[in-house]
Every structure is written in C-alpha cells, then in structure tokens.
C-alpha cells in the first residue's frame, strides 16, 4: 500500500471589508474584493492522507465521522486537487478546530486553507502562495485570505486564474485584538454559500457593489497609517452594508439577535467616550470587537456584563497558514 501524507494549520481570518455575493458561483469569483485580518491563537489542524487501498474519500471533522454535504465539498475540492497533481488515490481527511463551528467565526475559511495547503503539499505539489490561495478560494471565498497572517486583501480578479488574495501588512505592524462576543453557538440555518447566491437578489446590492473601491482604498489607508478612528469608521460602515443587502433579499436574511445589536449600541458608545474599538458582524448573530491592546481587558469586562453575551472569545492578529 502506498500513502502520502502531510498536516496544515491554518487561522480564521474575520472581514473588514467583506465578501457577499458572487460574479461566478462555481468557482466563486467574487462580486468585491475584500480586506481581512487574520485570527491568531484560533485554528485549524488537518491532516490530509492519500491511500492507495481507499475506495472513497472520509472525513472527520472535530473527531466525528462526517458524511453527506460536507464530505461532498471537501471530495469536490480534493478533485481539483488530485487533477492538478494527476493523482488517483483517494484520502483520509482528520480536521480540528479549537472554536465554535458555524457561528459567524469562519471556520470554512481556515478549514479550506488548511485543506488546501496540506493536501497540496501530501500531493507533492509545490506551489506558490499565491496559487495556493487561489485553490483555497475554490473551496471557500474567504479562504483565499486565511493562507496569509496579517492583514490581507483579496482582489475579486476578472476570472478563476488572478482572483487571490496577498498580504497588505504582517501581523507585527498592527497589533490589534478581536474579542468575539459570542450570543449564539449553533450552526447558523442559511450557510455562507447559499447566502452568496440571494446577494443578487437585493436592490441594494449593486449600491454596495459600485462603492466597493471606495471602501477599499479607506480601509486599505486606515491599515497602511494605522489610523484606529478611520478603520473603525469604514469597517462598521461596511458590515452595516453587507447586512443591509442580506435583510433586503429574497428570502431575507437577518443574522443579528437582541444581544447582537446591544452589542453594536454599546460598542459605538464605548468610542464616542474614548475607546478603540469597533464592531463588525460575519454571517452570524455574534459580534467581533475590534479593539487596541491598552483597552482590552476593559472592553472584555463590558462585554461579559452585556444580557445574552455567553461567553468572548481572544484573538490576536495571526501568522501565515503554516505546514506542520
Ligand atoms: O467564504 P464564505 O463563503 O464563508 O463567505 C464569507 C462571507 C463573510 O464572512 C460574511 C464575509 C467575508 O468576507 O468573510
């Protein structure tokens, strides 16, 4: 029997100017390029196997045995995998995650790009990081951006081959600490993908489409002069207008609970006194808190104080997805 082996771990990464909707589903060329930053301390393991002696690919997801849609997409993804390494073997996939699954906190994002870099590397593929995100985005949009650590901007690209992500700036350049108010645990009843494909059906799509690279540039000027009051500005603006567009189409989306728009009340408050901090909001009801190390621990306490907040979760800026 021969097998080939290798293990990946990748980090989530949370929106700041987000990705809704879709030019190409298929292979999910986006409607608006995106900026991201990478969640450190939160993470993905998977270890992918190629078997000689497998008749079918399997998959266990945070030690369960997973069959179904989900084994589907990870099979999906492993094909073009296997075509671009012309490589027949089937494969053992184990992934974990150290966060809660399916609640606004991207754990398709660090999974594919875990999937993606060490099926690639199992494959004996050696590719470029470039190439590796563009796979990734095949798998899931916002995965294209968790190969890299920092702060990262995917340009939607004009078809398959230059949709990518790259790095704006590392992590060391811009210390900032997302503390994710969780309200919610469960697995969210519309899914990110199925959501992409009701942008369109929003009025309000193509206003927030048109005025894509106008947030872009403030958000990528905010990150570049680490210019707090600015980015908090463009990133709640930009939430707001992805969740505007997911209420107005049909059927409506609406993500946010109670305890998530206490949160985004309380949160404008905090800045007006002085803070630094600001919120932006996933496809999910909880909320990410973006705030400056000096106000963390006080942010934390506010947060924990507000009815419906369970429990908050730290993450740093994280690195690079990393081969283990
Ligand atoms: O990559 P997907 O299909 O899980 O979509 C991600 C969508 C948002 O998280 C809402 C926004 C983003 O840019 O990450």
């Not at 606004?104 to 060490?118: K, N, P, R, Y």
């Not at 494959?123 to 951006?145: K, N, T």
């Amino acid at each position: 029997m021969s097998s080939f082996s290798a293990t990946a771990i990748a980090h989530p990464n949370i929106a700041l100017i987000k990705y809704w909707g879709n030019r190409d589903h298929a292979i999910r060329l986006p409607s608006n390029g995106s900026i991201s930053m990478t969640l450190g301390d939160l993470n993905t393991q998977t270890t992918v196997t190629f078997k000689s002696s497998l008749g079918s690919d399997e998959l266990t997801l945070n030690g369960a045995p997973t069959s179904g849609s989900g084994l589907s997409r990870v099979s999906d993804h492993l094909d073009v995998i296997r075509t671009l390494a012309d490589l027949s073997f089937k494969a053992q996939v184990v992934s974990n995650s150290n966060f809660p699954m399916g609640a606004g906190i991207a754990s398709s994002a660090s999974g594919f790009a875990a999937l993606t870099l060490s099926a690639c590397s199992a494959a004996g593929l050696d590719l470029a990081p470039q190439e590796l995100s563009r796979i990734s985005r095949l798998g899931s949009g916002s995965a294209c951006r968790s190969i890299f650590g920092g702060y990262v901007e995917w340009s939607r690209g004009e078809n398959d081959l230059d949709s990518f992500a790259y790095p704006l700036v590392d992590r060391e350049y811009w210390m900032l600490i997302d503390l994710i108010a969780v309200v919610e645990k469960e697995h969210k009843s519309t899914g990110s993908s199925q959501g992409h494909q009701l942008a369109d059906s929003s009025p309000l799509q193509v206003a927030r489409v048109e005025d894509t690279e106008r947030r872009l540039h403030v958000c990528r000027e905010a990150i570049l002069g680490r210019d707090f009051p600015s980015l908090a500005n463009i990133a709640e603006e930009d939430s707001n207008m992805m969740h505007a567009v997911m209420m107005t189409s049909s059927p409506s989306l609406l993500y946010w609970r109670p305890a998530t728009l206490a949160i985004m009340q309380s949160v404008m408050n905090w800045r007006s006194d002085g803070l630094d901090v600001f919120y932006t909001i996933d496809a999910g009801a909880n909320v990410h808190c973006i705030c400056s190390p000096d106000v963390e621990d006080e942010i934390k306490d506010l947060l924990i104080e507000i009815p419906g907040v369970q429990e908050v979760i730290r993450a740093p800026v994280g690195g690079d997805a990393t081969l283990h």
